[in-house]
């Protein structure tokens, strides 16, 4: 891990989380993003939290930060496998993981669905 990483996730957590480098299995439901008006818009994004300790160790593995914080990874549901970025997430306290339509319509994904992704750390 990187010297100024280890120092800042010391400042903000009080301490190094623990966990591997990955690959992480996540599972959970998907969700629907509900727009600014509380409802669904055309072309709303679905999505998978991704919290709790696998969350701190995806924080403190990733050297590969983009925009907005995100992070670069390879996903994997079913016999899908996409590249795509974990973007953070105040209100969940770890990341969400977009769920595009081709994704969702190869492994028949809809609102609700119960999904288990492997997670990698891409370059």
Known sequence: MHDDLARFLRDELGHLPSGSAGPWHVRGPVWLWQGSAGAPTKGSWYFLTIDGDTALAIRAHATNAAAWGSVYV??????????????????????????????????????????????????
């Open 74 to 123: 390879e996903a994997t549901i079913g016999g899908t496998t996409w590249r795509t970025s974990l973007f953070p997430s105040k209100q969940a306290g770890g990341w969400l993981l977009p769920l595009k339509a081709a994704v969702r319509k190869a492994e028949r994904i809809a609102d609700g669905s119960e999904v288990e992704v492997l997670l990698v750390l891409a370059s």
